[in-house]
């Protein structure tokens, strides 16, 4: 199976790799597309030889030209990535960017009829309805890589659709689970980046700390399982053993199990039939002890209060709901404003924007700037 990797140089893109590399009699690469990190993208090129590698950012290509192992071809710019995720000799994209600027290229890869690997939350978010219709126009196969969503697809195979009653999804909590909220002001980028149980790229773990993650899964959820809000809910698990669950009407409810290790969810979505060893450790839960889950305190993460508005709302408000998270995580990372603004932030634009369907991706990125605008003009008065 021929692959391109959109975020090679990321958290996902690596542990991908390690995958890949674990089978190379199955797998190989077209192409590793990365943004600005060139020097991470030399030491994966060599390890993997690609046929292509493409640097979002066109001055992190130069930093690479001839430093690439022989053969291997360059490119830059997002038309070059849009390219290689359609690219008719590649099998299988594994959308693994971060933020909504990873929309055109997974987007294309289910309009040229791919396998889609999606690990980019941010897409469906922004655009489930568009992209999910589009999989089903074009033939696309769309596979979760997020591990709770991996989870709902392993407890949801060969099991009817209607017969689902609740899909829960689990959350460790976080770096704060159990920090008195008065001192939350106060903690920086390091303390919201440390993940208890997860080794994750920067904004995807504060992500976590506020849990404006979890409510990004439950919209993506909605998109991948075609679930109504209502059925959708998450649970506090700080084992993170246990990735997801499934309530069928009988009252039998399927749970997936595994050791928080990123390596799992991507084997399932490389090849879900036959399964792949990932190199995690085995659950041994005779060793973990307890496995314990409590309701999600929505004082503490207003993020998971907000998200129930976002989703009985139409798909602009998802769209303000995201981009405004993600200016608002990159100032709390460049400590421009404290860990509370951060979702303070993302409720003020949803009080001051439009609450519209959206049919075209013209409208999803207007809708995405003038939320980005809105948010830039919250975070100037914090
Ligand atoms: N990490 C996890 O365990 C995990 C679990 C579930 C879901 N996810 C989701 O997977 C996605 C990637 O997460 P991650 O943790 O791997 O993030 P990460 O480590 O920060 O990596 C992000 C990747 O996206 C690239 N990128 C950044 N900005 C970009 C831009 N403007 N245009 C194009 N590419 C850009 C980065 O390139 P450079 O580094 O070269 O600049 C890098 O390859 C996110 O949507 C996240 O929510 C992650």
Known sequence: ?????????????????????????????????????????????????????????????????????????????????????????????????????????????????????????????????????????????????????????????????????????????GPFRNRDPETLHHVTPEEAIAHPNWDMGAKISVDSATMMNKALELIEARWLFDMPPEKLSAIIHPQSIVHAMVEYRDGSVLAQLAEPDMRSPIAYALQSKHRLTSGIPKLDLAKTGRLEFQEVDKQRFPAMRLVQDVMKGKDSLAIAFNAANEIANEAFRNRKIGFMKIVESVESVLSMVENLPVETVDDVWSYDREARRLTEEVIAKC
């Open 1 to 173: 199976m021929k692959l391109t990797l959109l975020g090679a140089t990321g958290s996902i893109g690596r542990s991908t790799i390690d995958v890949m590399l674990q089978h190379r009699e199955l797998f190989s690469a077209y192409a590793l597309v990365g943004h600005q990190n060139a020097e991470k993208m030399i030491e994966l090129a060599e390890l993997v030889h690609p046929e292509l590698v493409v640097m979002t950012d066109p001055d992190a290509a130069l930093k690479l030209k001839g430093r690439l192992p022989t053969g291997v071809q360059l490119d830059a710019g997002m038309d070059a990535a849009i390219a290689a995720a359609s690219e008719s000799s590649v099998d299988m994209v594994l959308a693994a960017m971060v933020g909504s600027a990873g929309l055109p290229a997974a987007l294309a890869a289910v309009r040229a009829g791919k396998r889609v690997g999606l690990a980019n939350k941010e897409c469906l978010v922004t655009a489930g309805r568009i992209f999910m219709q589009a999989a089903h126009e074009h033939g696309a196969t769309v596979v979760p890589v997020d591990s709770e969503h991996a989870a709902v697809h392993q407890a949801l195979a060969g099991h009817d659709h209607d017969s689902v009653t609740r899909i829960i999804l689990t959350a460790s909590g």
